[in-house]
């Protein structure tokens, strides 16, 4: 069963850019990974199945609202560094950082 790395940003749009590269990456490694962005709006609908959250630097403000509701689940903000240069390869670090955490 693949790992749901889920990120939520404002709109989604510029996010949608990043997980691109997150799954060429994960390709790239064989990982088994599924990737989606979503807008902010929609965690309620998608964060409950997420195994991984990834919250976008321009809503870094929502990170400790998203791990008070979910506190079961790895959560962090993207560096901003990161998301500006859409590095797929240390965003997926990040999310694995997390997955070996929670273990």
């Known amino acids: 069963m693949s790992t749901k790395i889920?990120?939520?940003c404002s709109a989604g749009m510029s996010t949608s850019l990043l997980v691109n590269k997150m799954r060429e990456e994960a390709q790239k490694k064989g990982a088994d990974y599924e990737i989606n962005a979503y807008s902010m709006g929609e965690a309620d609908k998608f964060?409950?199945?997420a195994d991984v959250i990834l919250v976008g630097p321009q809503i870094r403000f929502a990170l400790k609202n998203f791990q008070a509701k979910y506190p079961t689940k790895p959560i962090a903000a993207i560096d901003m560094r990161a998301y500006g240069m859409m590095d797929g390869k240390a965003t997926i670090?990040?999310?694995e950082k997390l997955l070996a955490e929670k273990k």
């Open 93 to 95: 670090a990040l999310a």
């Open 6 to 8: 889920t990120l939520f």
């Open 47 to 49: 964060a409950p199945e």
